[in-house]
């Protein structure tokens, strides 16, 4: 796990309350809904706020890329680096 990985792994489980779930329990490959850690849509909802606080970088709900985005915790961390670089270039 890469550190913008990890360092979104903790958002998560900061944001989310999850007790007894640790950073290096989260599978950066995992699906984050369903399985894996079997968030839905109001934590999603969370997950986002947290990322536009922390990094800046803004979601929509009608983006037809949600669904991918949101998917792991390595597509979020890419989406998060991806929009970071856009704006920084």
Known sequence: MD????????LIIESLHLE???VDGIDPAAPL????LGLDSIDALEIA???RKRYGV???ADDARNREIFSS???LAR???????????
């Not at 550190?3 to 903790?10: M, V």
């Not at 809904?33 to 894996?36: A, D, L, M, W």
């Open 3 to 10: 550190s913008l990985e990890r360092e979104i792994a903790s």
């Open 33 to 36: 809904f369903g399985g894996g």
């Open 58 to 60: 803004k979601t929509t």
């Open 49 to 51: 706020m947290e990322i």
């Open 73 to 75: 915790v390595q597509s």
């Open 79 to 89: 989406y998060v680096a991806d929009q970071r670089e856009s704006k920084a270039g």
């Open 20 to 22: 007894g779930v640790a």
